[in-house]
């Protein structure tokens, strides 16, 4: 044999050692678990050093490579382990939830025969909102219906949940059928600014959601009562005002929208009681103040203690010689269970009869607020009634009825409402700044 086919030999030979490592190392990469599946002795060691031409810097990079891959996997495993615990606390708390009764306010038991079904519209809103706890303490059953135009849950949310109470979102103007024994119709933007905002929205609630609730009455023969207010006497040209002064009122001015909106509820009260034989009432509301009053409603009684509380000037609209009369909610709420439980089917005037100068009032509130707040007459708003203060006579005489709660009393609950409001949103807007702050890039 010469040295030329010897060395061709040794070179074919080597070829071969060669290709069978190529091909154990394919078996090998090829294999899902990682693992040569066929194990000849000596071949992992070989793979080890394979591909022999591998840098330094590229074994360490394949090493930093693995180590962050396991990483990850571990990472993925911890990860699904904090969303099964999760999913696991969420479910007992879930669970607690439905186990834990909620607390709710005490309500009276009544029998099937006593219990009724009420249905109050407008009943997340400042007024509404204090009638449905009367009537839910009574232990009657109350369904709200509320657009949220100026109401809101939080003005009922205690009671969201108990089996006596249900709240749905609903717009009057649209018609509604339920089963219900008794009315009370709200359902209506109450302060100017808020009636003033969609004048026509106003008209189409208080005479489209007039007809619905009078038709619903009719249809299950419930007794409906009607909220009207001292608007419908206008700028009034009789002091005090009794029931049968039928009003002054600018039919096209900024507040006929409402003023003329109620007295047409009214009209078509009084029409469906003598055609379709229709129970009414109606209440002819004066200015009402209390807690749970929207904080931006812009009435006289929000904007003056508002004022007062931020030290900002208390805004006297006009030279504060025109005159209201405050009543507290409670007493109305009272008023207006009294009149729905009488026989009595004409208006009543159902407010307090104290009566103050705007000036006054301001006064009264910088007072009782305490604080360097200065009064200040500004642009007289226009068509605003220059004197308002309800002749009782006739709740007193039928209904046994009149206001309980001094203004005083009833004012000092209402600024201790507005501090809580204001102490409330600063938390709210400091904590949202938190947020903003930390999770803005
Ligand atoms: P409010 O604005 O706090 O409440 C009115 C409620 O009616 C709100 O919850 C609002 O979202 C809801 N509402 C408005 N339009 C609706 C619609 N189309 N469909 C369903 N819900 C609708 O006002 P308030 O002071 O509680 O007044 C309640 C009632 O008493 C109103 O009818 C108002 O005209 C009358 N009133 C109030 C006063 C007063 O001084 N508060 C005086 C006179 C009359
Ligand atoms: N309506 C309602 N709920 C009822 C019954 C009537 O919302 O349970 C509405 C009805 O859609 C109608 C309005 O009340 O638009 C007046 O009803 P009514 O029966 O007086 O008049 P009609 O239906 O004959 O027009
Ligand atoms: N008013 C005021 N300053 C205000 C808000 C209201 O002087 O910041 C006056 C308003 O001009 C009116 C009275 O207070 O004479 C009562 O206004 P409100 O809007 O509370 O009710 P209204 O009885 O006019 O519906």
């Known amino acids: 044999m010469t040295a030329t086919k010897k060395r061709l030999k040794i070179v074919a030979a080597i070829s071969l050692l060669l290709l069978l490592l190529v091909y154990l190392y394919r078996m090998a990469s090829f294999c899902p678990s990682g693992k040569v599946a066929v194990s000849v002795p000596g071949v992992e060691e070989v793979q080890a050093k394979w591909p022999p031409t591998e840098s330094p810097l590229q074994r360490s990079l394949q090493m930093a490579y693995e180590e962050q891959s396991s990483l990850i996997r571990e990472q993925k495993a911890e990860l699904q382990r904090t ?92 018609p509604l059928f339920i089963e219900i024994d008794e009315i009370y119709h709200l359902a209506s933007p109450a302060s100017p600014p808020h009636y003033m905002y969609n004048p026509v929205k106003t008209i189409k609630t208080n005479t489209m959601g007039t007809i619905n609730v009078l038709g619903l009455a009719k249809r299950v023969m419930a007794k409906v009562l009607i909220a009207s207010t001292s608007e419908v006497y206008g700028d009034p040209t ?126 009264i509130i910088k007072k009782l607020v305490g604080g360097p707040s200065v009064i200040k007459q500004s642009k007289a708003m226009e068509d605003d009634p220059q004197r308002r203060k309800p002749d009782i006579t006739r709740a007193r005489q039928l209904l046994h009825w009149e206001p309980k709660v001094p203004l005083e009393t009833g004012l000092q609950r209402t600024i201790s409402y507005f501090r809580n409001e204001l102490a409330r949103s600063d938390r709210f807007q400091e904590s949202s700044n938190k947020y903003f702050d930390t999770h803005t890039p």
């Open 238 to 363: 009789v002091h005090p005002q009794p029931e049968t002064y039928w009003g002054h009122v600018n039919p096209i001015g900024p507040r006929a929208c409402y003023d003329e909106g109620k007295r047409v509820s009214e009209t078509l009260s009084y029409a469906y009681a003598k055609q379709e034989k229709v129970q009414v009432r109606v209440a002819r509301i004066f200015n009402t103040y209390g807690p749970r009053m929207h904080m931006n409603d812009g009435r006289v009684v929000s904007n003056f203690i508002l004022q007062a509380l931020r030290n900002e000037t208390i805004t006297v609209y006009g030279n504060g010689k025109q005159t209201r009369s405050f009543q507290y909610v409670s007493d109305l709420v009272d008023g207006m269970i009294a009149l729905m439980a009488s026989n009595y089917t004409q208006p009543v005037n159902l407010g307090n009869p104290v009566e103050q100068t705007i000036g006054e009032f301001a006064e």
């Open 83 to 174: 969303r099964e615990n999760l999913a696991r606390l969420e479910e007992q708390v879930r669970s607690l939830q439905t186990s834990t009764p909620r607390k709710y306010p005490k309500v009276k038991y009544l029998n099937y025969k006593n219990r009724k079904r009420i249905l109050i519209t407008g009943g997340a809103g400042f007024v509404g909102s204090h009638l449905v706890d009367d009537l839910m303490v009574q232990g009657h059953e109350v369904i709200v219906v509320d657009n949220f135009f100026t109401g809101r849950k939080r003005n009922v949310e205690h009671w969201l949940g108990h089996e006596n109470f249900e709240l749905i979102h609903h717009d009057i103007v649209n």
